[in-house]
């Protein structure tokens, strides 16, 4: 079955960087769009950043344009989310998703989902 396993997350000083990774097993990896999504407490879901499946496509929420970068490796079949100059805005738990035509990118309609790791940013 499908499985997306983050990992990465941690504590950082505003400023700092993180890597993420998503190790996806079960399906077809290079055939299926990625996402990382991202909620805080008391907060809805948000889509942080898309990748095509061939990592030809990207799209960023405009909130981490220039700071994070999204790629992808699929021989390794790994989801990756670069994080430069995190904020405390940042702070959230993170996740990966997956699906083969999620329709709108950022939006949450994928099908499969990671549990997801923390990252929380302090100032």
């Known amino acids: 079955q499908v499985q997306l396993v983050e990992s990465g997350g941690g504590s950082v000083q505003a400023g700092g960087s993180l890597r993420l990774s998503c190790a996806a097993s079960?399906?077809?990896?290079?055939?299926?769009?990625m996402g990382w999504f991202r909620q805080a407490p008391g907060k809805e879901r948000e889509g942080v950043a898309a990748i095509s499946p061939s990592g030809s496509i990207t799209d960023y929420t405009g909130s981490v344009k220039g700071r994070f970068t999204i790629s992808r490796d699929n021989a390794k079949n790994t989801l990756y989310l670069q994080m430069n100059s995190l904020k405390p805005e940042d702070t959230a738990m993170y996740y990966c998703?997956?699906?083969?035509?999620?329709?709108?990118?950022?939006?949450?309609?994928?099908?499969?989902w990671g549990q997801g790791t923390q990252v929380t940013v302090s100032s």
């Open positions: 998703a997956a699906d083969p035509a999620p329709g709108r990118i950022l939006g949450t309609k994928y099908n499969y």
């Open positions: 079960g399906y077809t990896y290079s055939s299926y769009w």
